[in-house]
């Protein structure tokens, strides 16, 4: 006999097993509208790479801490303007801490939202930074409240059966945006990001290497935080065309 839906997905909510029965999208156009209503220009959408190394580099680090290496930062002071993009990546060697916290701060400003895609992974970094630059803290500890995180417009009020029950932006993102894919970068994930990044700090490494691994990695990063643009515009769409 065929397995039932409900064991299938187990946890899955009842709008998610209307779209699977259905195989069709179900949109609560209330709930969405006002999760975009709630948004405050400029929006920044932001993603952090890290790493974690067994062995602690750097002060205040335990094994496996997730250092902040790089950082995409995609910028729409409104709903017209043009968008900007503003990046970080670290040279690969030293603690780049201060200097990311520095340059963080000035690329997100004091007004507007931030957007995250599981905002739980960046604002868990940030309060790090915090704790370690305490000349910083309270400016870093300001940008929690602005964050809103991308992934509840999906968990919430936008369900689509061909997301499988994931509500990873890999899994989201084809779906919406099916002209926007990671096929074929030479760094399409968290995983080969740290490989890179660990190559960029190999004093083994030559270069030229060193020269793509940093193209590589900062084309990934700014793929990120462009689909989190690309997927709040298509919830847009949905939203105007119901």
């Known amino acids: 006999a065929d397995i039932p839906i409900e064991e299938k997905i187990p946890r899955s909510k009842p709008e998610q097993l209307q779209a699977v029965r259905s195989g069709a999208a179900v949109l609560d156009v209330a709930g969405l509208s ?64 201060p200097e990311l916290a520095e340059r963080l701060l000035a690329d997100l400003g004091r007004r507007g939202s931030i957007l995250a895609f599981n905002q739980g992974f960046e604002k868990a970094r940030l309060v790090e930074l915090a704790a370690f630059l305490p000349e910083c803290a309270a400016a870093v500890e300001q940008l929690l409240d602005r964050f809103v995180d991308l992934k509840d417009a999906f968990t919430k009020y936008y369900y689509h059966p061909e997301f499988h029950g994931s509500f990873s932006l890999k899994d989201v993102l084809p779906v919406l945006v099916p002209t926007m894919s990671y096929a074929g970068m030479a760094v399409a994930d968290g995983v080969g990001a740290q490989a890179a990044y660990a190559r960029l700090g190999d004093e083994k490494t030559p270069t030229s290497e060193k020269q793509a691994l940093r193209q590589n990695l900062l084309e990934y990063c700014r793929q990120d935080t462009f689909a989190m643009v690309a997927l709040l515009r298509a919830l847009e769409k949905r939203v105007a065309e119901v």
């Open 34 to 97: 006002s999760f975009l209503a709630a948004l405050r220009y400029p929006l920044h959408f932001l993603d952090f790479e890290t790493i974690g190394y067994g062995i602690p580099r750097f002060a205040g680090m335990a094994p496996y801490d997730q250092l902040p290496f790089q950082y995409s930062c995609h910028v729409l002071e409104s709903p017209q303007a043009t968008l900007q993009h503003r990046e970080y990546l670290a040279a690969g060697s030293g603690d780049c801490r």
